[in-house]
């Protein structure tokens, strides 16, 4: 029987974010060949993925030998060495076939690197910081999600002033412009929720909103800061 050929990842630069890419996927049964010029840094995961390789990717002739073409989706995960980060997407690019994704340090090395053709920009650090300050400015706020420059999604807890209260009761909408997508229950998820539809303590709101208007949300409904 014909089945959909499992997807090939290549990773490039095992740091923190690159090992901990290679690692997943191959946890999720992918099949990864993992690339540092780093010996040290391909023993670690040699364990772990399929294939890891030492090789310097801004040599065009290095990534041939491994037939980066033939995989569907190169991560490109160098980081501190922006220019080998460039040369990598760029040679990357110039060869064709895979997907490029590239974690970018910075805006304006993530501006050079869509210039050139990555298919997907990533922004870790940042994206990681953003979330963590949400959750320290509202401890209710369990996730947040950047989908444009403008909107968010946030995963926000059901507070005790919000719990035996239906979604018209509570206004989000009227109140701060924000829209109530979906409610979690426990491993259900309410993709449609009801306006009367009574929350429970244990509920998790996923709210999709202008950022600002969904920072007014997480503030009105943190509690106060507790001071010694
Ligand atoms: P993280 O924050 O994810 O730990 P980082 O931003 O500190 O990463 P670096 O440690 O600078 O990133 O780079 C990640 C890896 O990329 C390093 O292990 C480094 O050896 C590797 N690397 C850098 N340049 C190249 C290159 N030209 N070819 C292959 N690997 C490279």
Same mark, same amino acid.
């Given at each position: 029987m014909a089945h959909a050929a499992k997807k090939q990842f290549a990773v490039i630069g095992l740091g923190r974010f690159g090992s901990s890419i290679a690692t997943s996927l191959s946890n999720m049964g992918f099949d990864v060949l993992a690339i540092d010029s780093d010996e040290h840094r391909v023993q670690e995961l040699s364990n772990v993925v399929t294939h890891a390789v030492s090789a310097d990717s801004t040599e065009e002739e290095a990534l041939r030998a491994l037939g #980066?073409?033939?995989?569907?989706v190169v991560v490109? =995960? #160098?980081?501190?060495d922006i220019q080998a980060s460039i040369l990598t997407t760029l040679i990357l690019k110039d060869m064709g076939g895979p997907l490029i994704v590239v974690k970018a340090q910075n805006e304006l090395h993530g501006k050079v690197l869509k210039k050139i053709g990555a298919d997907k920009v990533v922004y870790p650090e940042r994206d990681m910081g953003l979330r963590v300050a949400h959750h320290l400015i509202? &401890?209710? #706020?369990l996730d947040y999600i950047e989908i444009s420059d403008e909107y968010s999604i946030v995963e926000h807890t059901v507070t005790k002033a919000m719990v035996g209260k239906n979604l018209k009761e509570l206004e989000i909408r009227a109140k701060?412009?924000?829209?109530?997508m979906a409610i979690k229950r426990g491993s259900k998820m309410? #993709?449609? &929720?009801? =306006?009367s539809e009574r929350l429970t303590e244990d509920d998790i709101l996923v709210i999709v909103g202008e950022r600002n208007d969904l920072t007014k949300l997480e503030l009105y409904y943190a509690p106060q800061p507790v001071r010694n």
């Open positions: #980066i073409r033939n995989f569907d490109v =995960a #160098i980081g501190e509202s &401890p209710n #706020i701060f412009g924000c829209n109530v309410n #993709i449609s &929720p009801d =306006a």
